[in-house]
């Protein structure tokens, strides 16, 4: 791989850095408190060009793996809490990214805090989307209120997500691609 000089890089640094100040500006005003702490509502109805809430823990691991800023670390945590014990109401037609999203915000929020009730969360809703996306079927639904499959939906991300869990539950240290692909 090449390395980008001199005087790109600055240039391409510096237009993160922006990007960054303002995309976490846009979310304050969206869900900051005056404290300095987020409130995130869970949502899951995902769409095309329309995701829920969860993507956004996607985002912010994303860029705290790259910058290590602790505003990312705290959207990730601040997500998943939003997310605790907060399931989908029967009308809501659920893709399997967003059930992906929002187990990989779990298990990043419990790999970020080693509070358990984040990985008890991720187990809960992986067992859950296991029920209720393959069921009798090799291939997973396209969403909860389908029978067919669709690759648009996420299965991809769920199948990741799923492999998460289990490399938390069991203690593996191991790389494994980031489930932030769908961002």
Known sequence: SSMVTEPLASRLRQFAETEEQL?????RESYGRPDGTWAFEPTWQAGYSAGATADWAMFALARFDQTGKADFRDIVVAVAEAYLDALPTED??????TFAHVISAQTAAYKLTRNLVYLEQACRYAQMAVEMFWQDSPLPKASLKTDHYETITGADSLALALLEVHAALNNLDMEMP???IDR
């Open 92 to 97: 809501v037609d659920v893709w399997p990214m």
């Open 178 to 180: 980031a489930n932030t």
């Open 23 to 27: 995309i976490l500006r846009d979310l």
